[in-house]
């Protein structure tokens, strides 16, 4: 597609459940983002992959977070046993690879995952 | 990175220029200046960005002042649709880093 894709848009899951929020990246990009935002809050870092490799983890809040990517695409930010303060909108970007083609730092956002924990 | 400091909130008339600004008193010299916004419901967006000239794209101008302190993002005809929380973020530019966001301006445009 032509922009980060994330699914679902929204969840809701009750207190102690697993969620898995999806992460669809631009074709081709290579460095893959993932960043928490509670309400009124701006954006806050969990975590960073490049290609599959994640190279930056330092933002995942707790053990209950795991973020994977495979084959260095798709990318899925897993949250086991839900609290409800992980309730927020979970938002993925992603980037060009900077160190080989020319980029403007600008990372390409999703338009989120909200999740609610009831 | 270094840490920026903005005003919570701004109204602007529609039609007019909104000129929002962008304390950075501890930018390093490799830092750049990066505006991005988020309209409701959506992700983050990015504007523009600079060193130390004077920047202007479609979307905006960005003024840096000379000692690269502090700057000013200019929408120069606000639109009902440039509604929207405006980040300001300094970062190393080509480093993987991470952007650090603070909680930005809440620019309402009004008819």
């Known amino acids: 597609g032509a922009g980060v894709s994330q699914s679902p848009r929204y969840k809701v899951a009750k207190r102690g459940q697993d969620v898995a929020l999806r992460c669809d990246p631009i074709s081709g990009h290579v460095s893959l983002f993932w960043y928490q935002q509670a309400l009124g809050q701006g954006p806050e870092f969990l975590t960073y992959f490049q290609n599959e490799a994640q190279l930056d983890k330092s933002g995942l809040p707790s053990d209950r977070f795991f973020a994977e990517r495979p084959e260095g695409s798709v990318s899925t930010l897993k949250i086991q046993r839900t609290q409800q303060e992980d309730s927020a909108v979970y938002l993925c970007?992603?980037?060009?690879?900077?160190?080989?083609?020319?980029?403007?730092?600008?990372?390409?956002f999703g338009e989120g995952s909200r999740l609610t924990v009831l | 990175d270094a840490k920026t400091t903005q005003p919570p909130s701004m109204d602007c008339a529609e039609g007019r220029a909104a000129n929002l600004p962008c304390n950075h008193s501890?930018?390093?010299?490799?830092?750049?200046v990066y505006w991005y916004r988020q309209i409701h419901s959506q992700g983050p967006q990015y504007i523009i960005h600079?060193?130390?000239n004077n920047e202007t794209n479609e979307m905006a101008s960005l003024i840096i002042t000379e000692d690269r302190k502090s700057s000013t993002l200019i929408l120069p005809h606000a639109t009902l649709r440039d509604t929207a929380v405006y980040y300001c973020?300094?970062?190393?530019?080509?480093?993987?880093?991470?952007?650090?966001f603070g909680a930005g301006t809440q620019v309402v445009v009004t008819p």
């Open positions: 973020i300094v970062r190393v530019r080509n480093s993987w880093g991470k952007l650090q």
């Open positions: 600079g060193l130390k």
């Open positions: 970007a992603s980037s060009p690879n900077h160190l080989t083609s020319p980029n403007t730092g600008e990372l390409f």
């Open positions: 501890t930018i390093s010299g490799n830092e750049y």
